[in-house]
């Protein structure tokens, strides 16, 4: 769980320490050295957080349930609804446009396919082979 100080900033301080931090998170570059900085910056906590919070949004946009999000994600299906309830009042309406532009690119799709697979392949004939080529997609786009 996430540690925040009960002792508030003053606004203007809060500002300029926000401006700063999202100042360094645009300049970042993909790939080893952007890692890097958000290893050393966040702790495994707020990666974790971060990263599901994304993934939750992201299937709540493809119109996942809230059962299926829990159990892809191992959060509780009320996380899924209060953020649900966000999406629809706009609040992540960013992310969303980030979504979309995303279809075209599929690695990030396929890496959301694989959370809702839970790793698993479907059953049947090559039942391992969409399973074996969404996970080599996704090490190519890296």
Known sequence: MVNVSKQELDEEVLQRIHSQFTN?????????????????????????????????????????????????????????????????HGEFDTIRTFCASQKRNSVFWAEIEILLRGGMPSMGKDRWKTNKELRERAKRSV
């Open 24 to 88: 360094s998170v645009l300049r970042l570059e993909s790939g080893k050295r952007g890692t890097a900085y958000l290893n050393e910056l966040l702790t495994k906590s707020e990666k974790i957080m971060l990263a599901k919070r994304l993934a939750i949004i992201a299937m709540l946009i493809q119109g996942e349930s809230y059962y299926r999000i829990a159990q892809a994600l191992k959060v509780s299906d009320v996380t899924a609804a209060k953020l649900d309830v966000r999406l629809d």
